[in-house]
């Protein structure tokens, strides 16, 4: 099953852009991934699927047009334009382990985004 | 708009088991995969497992051996016990619905466990 890499943090200036990254461990090119938002406090919640093509399906609900994702390679990465405050959240990707119906997932370790 | 909630002791001795709640509102619980997953406090999340409609279930491979999923429709819940609980599962437990092929769409809000005696 694939491995997930996310760095511990990241920080960026309210209204900049950041990139949150996650990657795969070799050999898993072809798998998605999950990106979802655990704000302080709060349960994760969905904000999209990622694969080598772009999104895969529909945004997570009320997650704005600022979130944006691309896929390359091992990659699986997360963009937030315009910083708000309200975007300082852990982040956390996720996959399943490409076993169909019987699956289990798998999570980085997550990326603490800190607005500065 | 679909809600999960959690529900459960928050306080388990050491070898006790754990067994905690999730209520599934605003949609029926007779379809998708409904899994369990924890956060120990400050750090990442943990897959537990999950069960779908059919009863069939699949569990974490390190927690596969203490680890029991079920559901009850008539109730639209599902349950989770982990057994021979130690201070390692002190954890906030969070219940969430996979739709598959799009991902963990669902969460609850979470509820704190903590092992003591």
């Known amino acids: 099953q694939p491995v997930l890499t996310q760095p511990p943090s990241a920080s960026a200036s309210l209204g900049a852009s950041v990139t949150l990254t996650c990657t795969l461990s070799s050999g898993y090119s072809s798998y998605k991934v999950d990106w979802y938002q655990q704000r302080p406090g709060k349960g994760p919640r969905f904000v999209m699927r990622?694969?080598?093509?772009?999104?895969?399906?529909s945004k997570g609900d009320g997650i704005p047009d600022r979130f944006s994702v691309l896929g390359s390679g091992l990659s699986r990465n997360l963009t937030i334009k315009n910083i708000q405050e309200e975007d300082e959240s852990d982040y956390h990707c996720g996959a399943d382990d490409g076993s169909g119906s019987n699956f289990a997932m798998i999570f980085g370790g997550g990326t603490k985004l800190t607005v500065l | 708009q679909v809600q999960l909630q959690e529900s459960g002791p928050g306080l388990v001795k050491p070898s006790e088991t754990l067994s905690l709640t999730c209520t599934v509102s605003g949609g029926s619980i007779s379809t998708y995969y409904w899994n369990w997953i924890r956060q120990p406090p400050g750090k990442g999340l943990e897959w537990i497992g999950y069960?779908?409609?059919?009863?069939?279930?699949n569990y974490s491979p390190s927690l596969k051996s203490r680890v029991t999923i079920s559901l009850d429709t008539s109730k639209n819940q599902f349950s989770l016990k982990l057994s021979s609980v130690t201070a390692a599962d002190t954890a906030i437990y969070y219940c969430a619905r996979v739709v598959l092929g799009k991902g963990m769409d669902y969460w609850g809000q979470g509820t704190l466990v903590t092992v003591s005696s």
């Open positions: 069960i779908y409609n059919s009863g069939s279930t």
């Open positions: 990622v694969g080598t093509g772009g999104i895969v399906g």
